[in-house]
């Protein structure tokens, strides 16, 4: 697939946001959850997932609370059940850039837990959220047992791989900052956004400040940028949503 394709919602499965009881879902467990997505580490057979849920503890964070910080020793991997987290780096300078938006389905601390190393980035919500904290040794044993999880492990670094180069070409292969803003705007549709009658809508999670810090710009180029493209028919912004009306016109501008 060329680097700057939008993935089809048949080969890609967009998660749609949670829904519905979502308190009720989360406390009865991975297995009674009717979310799961093909790809995400949700994904796996009942089975599995309720070998997971005996080793899993549940855990509700409010809006702004950091799950973990840059730097930490990685005793935990957390799996998002409802609501979105940002991960973001910092130097040693005191500069700190938004890497990307992870949302229901992913697995935080997954690599550097595996690798013995700690965690690489500081997850923080954007909105209030449900995870099921595993910790490492109790997954290592989890994963002992099943195959299918090993297996999804590998998908899930591998799709980790695949953010950070997505990450890297957004910063260095753009040359304009319409064209950052549609990569990254593509990026979030692939990752977090719900695919609907030829549409992507995307929650607005980030401030046009965050997105400027994601695209090497400025607060208001960001916003002068989104008019230009809601003017053109490309998106809209609405209830608290981006929706893309035409991918195929973000995907031609990187």
């Given amino acids: 697939m060329p680097a700057n394709q939008i993935p089809s919602p ?16 989360f406390l009865a467990g991975c297995v009674a959850c009717p979310n799961r ?11 599995v997932l309720a070998d997971l849920d005996v080793v ?18 990685a005793d935990r991997l957390y799996v998002i059940c409802g609501g979105y987290l940002k991960l973001t780096a910092d130097s040693s300078h005191g500069k700190t850039m938004i890497l990307r938006v992870a949302g229901p389905g992913a697995i935080l601390g997954l690599h550097a837990a595996m690798s013995e190393r700690p965690y690489e980035v500081t997850a923080e919500t954007l909105q ?7 910790h490492k040794s109790d997954f290592l044993g989890f994963l002992r047992r099943h195959k299918e999880a090993q297996i999804r492990v590998v998908q899930c670094i591998c ?3 695949r953010f950070a180069l997505q990450d890297a070409c957004r910063i260095a292969l753009t040359d304009t900052v319409a064209a950052r803003l549609a990569r990254l705007l593509a990026e979030l549709a692939q990752q977090i956004g719900e695919w ?7 929650p607005l999670l980030l401030t046009h400040e965050e997105l400027a810090s994601m695209t090497c710009t400025t607060r208001e180029t960001v916003t002068r940028t989104l008019g230009q493209f809601k003017k053109e028919g490309i ?17 031609g501008m990187f």
Wanted: aromatic fraction near 6%.
């Fill in 37 to 47: 997505k093909p790809g995400w580490f949700c994904s796996l057979g009942d089975a």
């Fill in 196 to 202: 609907h009658d030829g549409e992507y809508r995307i």
């Fill in 128 to 134: 209030a959220a449900h995870v099921r904290a595993v």
């Fill in 56 to 73: 899993a503890t549940p855990r509700l964070l409010a809006p702004g609370e950091r799950l973990f910080n840059q730097g930490e020793n």
């Fill in 235 to 251: 998106l809209s912004i609405r209830d608290s949503a981006v929706t893309v009306h035409q991918p195929e016109r973000l995907q």
């Fill in 10 to 25: 048949e080969i890609n499965e967009p998660r749609r946001p949670r829904r519905g009881r979502q308190s009720e879902t």
């Fill in 159 to 161: 799709q980790e791989y």
